[in-house]
């Protein structure tokens, strides 16, 4: 293969997909392999490539193809999310720009114009998830609203209502007027906001007496049924059976007494509002109050209100105060904070509105998805999520799945007259309607459900339904359940929870093993990214700036195991770099000449075994960090082994002298080194590794399908003494640095008689490193050689002597052991302190207090080699 002198990140990308995509590297079907699935979190069809979707996706994708290098057979199921309310509001938009109203249309004729959308908008993240590198299966690419989920989706809804698990109710529910549907609850996000609390007098009837309320949306006013008061508020004791007027209205309304007002905040006395309020609800409900609604779906005033007919529900809430005040009602109005709910998708103000609406009893299925967690056969990394999700499951309310949309999957639910009939099909309900009627019921008399149900009830059955599971086995016995579900913990409700219960449901098994819980991306000073704070950069731009491999590299290095991800584009850099780092790697070693005839020289015999161990080494900490989940941690070390390692010493241990060959078996060992090195770094960064797997050599596979490499037993001792000699090397250069000697002024190094690194089989061999990497001439054992003209020095706690031919700045060297000393001494301080507490030496795996006794002793033999050395100075 031609090399090019710089590494174009652009240039090889698309021509590797491409290649991997034609070789169907990333399609699945069941074999005898271990199956390692993963179905990707469908993102909304509506949806493009942001942060949060690069970090989620990157992280499958190096689980994905880690798996897939370890011989299992890989499946990452890819598909997306028809997304109800967002996709609705987009295809009316686009409507609105043609001067057609949905209105205009019947539900057929809208559904054909939303899925011509569909197939022209739909599913761009999908083509642009290509260009991160994402190994899906694309041949499996599924969608929630396809025939095949369709079908699972509404089998799923008559199964639940057989089971009696699933009812229809009128019950006060989260209405968003913008988009005029229904939301569950945790389809509303509540945070703080500025308001402003109105307080409004209510006229006792037959008295001079007024009773003064507190509220913060005097638009209601018009809708209330009662006062009520705590019944021991002393102050209110003497209007028990009495009456109040509603404001504006003259409305007669009673005067209630019930504990759920909290008789020190405000007045004392609440507005009850039941057709507006969840707990004004329930309160109504006590008490049989009249329920009466003022509120269109849209949000506009009705009839009901006689005043501000027509008018917004904001628009109102600023006449009315004015009405009230002209009146005489309103006495002061404050700056208020309070809680205020917003539709997750559209960002407008939650209405709680009374309503029939279909729910799932989740109660019912909540028990066996809460052991499974409590129990870790669903394991949660981090762990810590476990208590946000058992509160909720603990505190479970009934889900409301119905939509007043026509984008979704229509209920199949079919009335007639008081009658309801659930069946997957229309015959099947004309069916049960004639059996349950007693005659022959026509087709046109059953009115079908005008409601679609929830996003979230096709989404809850996606690792099941993308394996066919309602129709087919095959599949789902060999793929199910999942291996690992990586995904945000904001949607721990919203979908995991409700995954777990599925596959209890109807699997009776779990839907994955592990569910991994990102972090949410911020900028670097901790900020959430958003489009209003401009701090959310173009993903598809920074592919272009710095390479898909840059990226992820960036992405994963800035991404603690469930914590936050405080991304910095220079992180992208740094990947880049790296990047750069490893095809200069591969520029070096492929421009040495080459000595067939040339014998290996015995320090390259040794570094290369080192660089086995080290690898060896580096193979099983990522390996205890991937089964942790702990994937920047390991991208760390394999960072560090590579640049540090492999780049900085080892090419420097083996490098030919200047215009000098490398020995065959040296260069072998250096390529098959470096092929594996790249195949263990594949997962992260794909491209760039598979463009120089294929530069070092000829391969019979592509790095993408090689075997993943396997660690080693360790030899400890050599690791250890590499080490020493690593440590001896940057100490002598220290020496030389600061005796300003040039690169090409050789030094003589000794060593005490009693040294232990070059008194073992290999120390020939690490003489010669040490030589080479040092700019050491000769190199022997002192002996009886005088030390007046040598500059000794510390390398760990072996004593060394540098002939260098240069005159030493006593005063320099005396203040600089000085130092060390003095640093040492208070080290040491704080090591017999914890050694005197019998607390710690008591209590402390032994060994740590070993540890902590050897730091003790190098402590005090580097303490006395450094006085020697201050006394033959001074």
Known sequence: MDMNSKFSPGEIESKWYSHWESKGYFHSEPDEREAFSIVIPPPNVTGVLHMGHMLNNTIQDILIRKARLEGKNACWVPGTDHASIATEAKVVGMLREEGIKKSDLTREQFLERAFEWKEKYGGIILKQLRRLGASCDWERTAFTMDETRSKAVLKAFVDLYNAGKLYRGKRMVNWDPQAKTVLSNEEVIHSEESSRLFKVRYQIEGSDEYLTIATTRPET??????????????????????????????????????????????????????????NDYEIGKRHELEIIEILHDDGSLNEAAQVCVGEDRFVARKKVAKLLEAEGHLVEVED???????????????????????????????????????????????????????????????????????????????????????????????????????????????KQDEDVLDTWFSSWLWPITVFDGFSSREELDYYYPTSVLVTGWDIIFLWVARMIMAGYEWEKVRPFKHVYFTGMVRDKKGRKMSKSLGNSPDALALIDKYGADGVRFGMMNSSPAGGDLLFDEKLCEQGRNFSNKIWNALKLVKMWPVDSKKETPAKNTLAIEWLKNKFSQTLLDVQKNFEAYRLSEALTQIYSFIWTDFCSWYLEMIKPEYEGSIDEATLNATLDIFSEMMIMLHPYMPFVTEEVFHHLKEQSVDCCVANYPTAQSLDEALLSDINQAKELITS????????????????????????????????????????????????????????????????????????????????????????EIQYLEGFMKSAEKKLSNERFVSNAPEAVVAKERKKLEDGKARIKILQENLSKIS
Not at 379 to 385: E, I
Not at 390 to 399: F, L
């Open 221 to 278: 006013i018009m809708g209330d049924s009662a006062i009520a008061v705590h019944p021991e508020d002393e102050r209110y004791a003497h209007l028990k059976g009495k009456s109040a007027i509603v404001p504006l209205v003259n409305r007669r309304i009673p005067i209630i007494f019930d504990e759920y007002v909290t008789m020190d905040f405000g007045t004392g006395a609440l507005k009850v509002t039941p057709a507006h309020d969840v």
């Open 336 to 446: 208020y904070m309070n809680k205020v709910g917003r539709s997750e998708r559209t960002n407008c103000i939650i209405e709680p509105k009374l309503s029939l609406q279909w729910y799932v009893d989740m109660k019912a299925l909540a028990k066996p998805a809460l052991e499974a967690v409590e129990s870790d056969e669903v394991a949660f990394f981090p762990k810590n999520q476990k208590n946000l999700y058992r509160h909720w499951m603990e505190n479970i309310r009934d889900w409301c799945i119905s939509r007043q949309l026509w984008w979704g999957h229509q209920i199949p639910a079919y009335y007639l007259e008081e009658h309801v009939f659930v069946a997957l099909t229309l015959e099947e309900a004309v069916e049960q309607a004639s059996a349950k009627l007693g005659r022959s019921v026509d087709p046109s008399e059953l």
């Open 732 to 819: 002598t250069r220290d020496v030389r640095n600061k005796a300003q000697l040039k690169k090409s002024e050789q030094i003589e190094l000794f060593y005490d008689d009693s040294n232990v690194l070059f008194s073992t089989e290999r120390s020939e061999a690490m003489k010669q490193m040490v030589m080479q990497l040092a700019g050491i001439s000769k190199m022997d054992s002192k002996g009886e050689r005088a030390d007046d003209d040598l500059t000794a020095f510390l390398s760990g706690t072996s004593k060394y002597y540098a002939q260098l031919n240069k005159e030493l700045d006593v005063e320099a060297e005396k203040q600089k052991i000085e130092d």
